[in-house]
């Protein structure tokens, strides 16, 4: 189980002296690796040779701080083999937590790498004393564009109101420990990005992840307001108010 920020995980890698090319390797990184612009599990496919039938990736929605709280929470698996997601699922099932499963590792990590990028919107928009009755716009807005975005670059069946989609931005758009959402705040609340990266002890990965995923969106070339105007705020200095402004003439 690999549960590292994305940031690291190539120099985290790069110290293994052991072949793990016939393990069943399971991601739980909420981010795209950088330089490469590859989710984890293309990264493990292509660098270590791993099968993607050995490769899982856990993802929400849940937070870590209510897992530890032993308070009911919901996982999935995803993985192409369902023999292996399933016997991951079980593994990680007790009282407290409940796992299911899916084959789309792609749909899994691009939507849980984007909705960081929706939290920082979300938290943004929060310091600037926007109320709930946008961020239930934002929101709306925001699983579309992730459908958008993940049909665009591996288009299957999937239902984009599924737990594992739609769940995992809720919890981390809305939830108090969200650590995307808190770094949005405090740059909606005027901090700079500097600023609020050294003022928190926990790494904002929404932040790595909206550089990457408009790097892999040139080729694209689909509709990610929320997406683009994070890494206006993020990268190009843009002000936030008047992003959050351009913002809202683009939701419905």
Wanted: with cysteine; charged share 20%; proline share 4%.
């Amino acid at each position: 189980v690999i549960a590292i920020p994305s940031a690291f995980v190539k120099e985290s890698l790069n110290k293994l002296t052991t072949d793990i090319s016939s393990k069943f390797v399971i991601s739980g990184i909420k981010g795209l690796i950088p330089g490469e612009n590859m989710i984890m599990g293309e990264f493990l496919n292509m660098k270590y040779g791993i099968p993607f039938e050995f490769i899982g990736v856990l993802a929400g929605p849940c937070h870590a701080e209510e897992v530890a709280l032993e308070r009911l929470s919901f996982l999935t698996v995803a993985c192409p083999d369902e023999a292996n997601a399933l016997e991951f699922a079980k593994l990680i099932q007790c009282n407290y937590i409940r796992a299911g499963i899916t084959d789309d590792i792609w749909g899994t990590e691009f939507s849980s790498v984007m909705k960081n990028i929706i939290a920082i919107a979300a938290g943004i928009a929060h310091g600037l004393m926007y109320g709930d009755n946008f961020l239930a716009v934002l929101i709306s807005n925001a699983i579309q564009e992730i459908k958008r975005f993940v049909d665009g670059v591996h288009p299957i069946d999937r239902d984009i109101k599924s737990s594992v989609y739609l769940g995992d931005l809720l919890v981390t758009a809305y939830s108090q420990f969200s650590r995307n959402r808190t770094f949005g705040n405090m740059i909606g609340k005027g901090y700079s990005v500097k600023t609020a990266q050294l003022e928190m002890n926990m790494i904002a990965e929404g932040y790595y992840a909206a550089k990457t995923i408009r790097e892999i969106n040139e080729k694209y070339k689909i509709n990610l307001p929320i997406c683009e105007a994070v890494y206006q705020i993020c990268y190009m200095n843009q002000p936030p108010k008047k992003e959050i402004l351009k913002l809202i003439d683009k939701l419905n």
